[in-house]
């Protein structure tokens, strides 16, 4: 079933690293353009964010209407005006979920304490609830887990997440200051990332143990928030076909197909955002199909 696929990548020649296929729970179909290593997610690493959020919450560490300032009061910056105090207790976990903070950039940093820099960063438009894609958001969310559970986020993980899905010692990307990046950085392999999936499908079942709550599944895969795209859940992107994706930049994706009981995993290294495009279409036009 991925001929048609192989023969586009190979035509075009993108650095596509491999691709596995899962319905009705078994691997159906899997090919490797390059020897199967673990590699950056990018932004596919934000749905391992938002499925540690949802663990935590089931657990009582969490609420989505908790604001920052419970868990980061101490990180502030000296002085913060009492009207940017009021901004930040705005800033809830659900808006952290959401990208609904228009005050929030897509950048990157290079100081050596990010979270006085975002906590620092002015919220004059605090009451928009608009999506703004943003790492920002994702990186917070990551510090609000390890705050409220008092663990590392890979030890938190560990037993939780990782080893039940066959994903032993996950490498991921810090801060400056030790904390878990939540953004992008986590490394997978492609078969590794297509578990992940196969954990949704599942409603949050793997392993004859619900991992993740059954009702997270549901919120974070769901329409959250609009954007120029079919919508965004808690990290995770809807797309057609009453489908939803975690995706990272360069053609990292995870496709969930409830309609047709299928995970497709992808990993690539498509540095031009025509490639990428090209790349998913292609799975629409000559994988999605065959399902």
Known sequence: MLQEFITYINQHHYKVHGIVVIQNGEKIAEHHFEPEVRRNLYSATKSITSTAVGIAIQEGYLRLEDSVLQYLEEELPENTSEEHLLHLSKVTLERLLTMSLVDYPFARLS?????????????????????????????????????????????????????????REPECAYSPEGYYYGSTGMLLTVNELARFGQLYLQKGYYGGRQLVPESWV??????????????????????????????????????????RNAVIAVMSDLQEDVASAAMNLCLWDTVYPKL
């Not at 990010?114 to 703004?132: E, T, V």
């Not at 895969?221 to 992107?237: C, L, M, P, T, V």
Request: hydrophobic content about 35%; charged content about 25%.
């Open 111 to 167: 100081c050596d304490h990010w979270l006085k820099h975002i906590l620092s960063i002015p919220l004059p438009n605090i009451d928009q609830c608009r999506f703004r894609y943003n790492n920002f958001t994702s990186y917070l969310a990551g510090v609000l887990v390890e705050k409220a559970t008092g663990q590392k986020m890979m030890e938190y993980l560990k037993t939780r997440l990782f080893d039940p899905l066959g994903i």
């Open 218 to 259: 549901e919120q974070a895969s769901a329409k959250q928030i609009e954007n120029k795209e079919e919508g965004y859940g808690y990290y995770f992107w809807r797309q057609k076909e009453n489908s939803y994706a975690a995706r990272g930049k360069w053609g990292q994706i995870c496709m969930v197909i409830p309609e």
